[in-house]
């Protein structure tokens, strides 16, 4: 099955012209928590990643998700394990008010160079509600077991 549930939120897609004749993002299995992204680099001009360099992959498509939504993009394990290839910012947050083009930060973490090819699935989408809260100024926090504890307080076993 690769059609969500019918009370799914549903997101919009405008392609731009460099992404013609690719697939759209889908989910690749019944139960798949994210959508394939896939690059829409030309055809003929491949996007070479360098060992510890970073690039900016097009996907040709712009989002339009409901409000009270985000898109987070995330990493796939097959790159990042065979290649050392994974997202710089992960997980990139997609903003629902967002209008431009959506585009993955891969870096290469590995010994060799990468190349990116047209339609390569190089990363995931996770659409996810949020909760936008109040700030509201305190003079004092309350106090806690944990207090000001943190960054490995608790021992390390
Ligand atoms: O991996 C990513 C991350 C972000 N974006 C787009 C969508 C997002 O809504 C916008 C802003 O992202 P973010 O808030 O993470 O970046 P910023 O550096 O804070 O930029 P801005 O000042 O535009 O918010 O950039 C992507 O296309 N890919
Ligand atoms: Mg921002």
Same mark, same amino acid.
């Given at each position: 099955?690769?059609? &969500? !549930?019918?009370? $799914? !939120?549903?997101?919009?897609?405008?392609?731009? *012209?460099?992404?013609?004749?690719?697939?759209? *993002?889908?989910?690749?299995?019944?139960?798949?928590?994210?959508?394939?992204?896939?690059?829409?680099? #030309?055809?003929?001009? *491949?996007?070479?990643?360098? #060992?510890?360099?970073?690039?900016?992959?097009?996907?040709?498509? +712009?989002?339009? +998700? *409901?409000?009270?939504?985000?898109?987070?993009?995330? !990493?796939?394990?097959?790159?990042?394990?065979?290649?050392? +290839?994974?997202?710089?910012? =992960? #997980?990139? =947050?997609?903003?629902?008010?967002?209008?431009?083009?959506?585009?993955?930060?891969?870096?290469?973490?590995?010994?060799?160079?990468?190349?990116?090819?047209?339609?390569?699935? +190089? &990363?995931?989408?996770?659409?996810? #509600?949020?909760?936008?809260? &109040?700030?509201?100024?305190?003079?004092?926090?309350? $106090?806690?077991?944990?207090? &000001?504890?943190?960054?490995?307080? =608790?021992?390390?076993?």
């Amino acid at each position: 099955m690769k059609t &969500a !549930p019918q009370n $799914s !939120p549903i997101v919009g897609v405008v392609r731009l *012209p460099h992404s013609n004749g690719l697939d759209l *993002p889908a989910y690749e299995t019944a139960g798949a928590a994210g959508m394939d992204l896939r690059a829409a680099v #030309p055809e003929d001009r *491949p996007l070479l990643i360098l #060992p510890g360099k970073r690039a900016l992959v097009p996907t040709g498509l +712009i989002l339009e +998700i *409901p409000e009270g939504f985000e898109g987070q993009i995330r !990493p796939r394990s097959g790159l990042a394990f065979k290649h050392g +290839i994974t997202c710089l910012n =992960t #997980p990139g =947050t997609i903003d629902s008010d967002y209008r431009g083009e959506v585009k993955v930060l891969l870096v290469n973490l590995g010994d060799e160079d990468f190349v990116v090819t047209r339609a390569m699935r +190089i &990363a995931q989408i996770v659409f996810a #509600p949020v909760t936008r809260a &109040a700030i509201e100024e305190r003079s004092l926090a309350g $106090s806690t077991e944990r207090g &000001a504890g943190g960054f490995g307080s =608790t021992g390390s076993a």
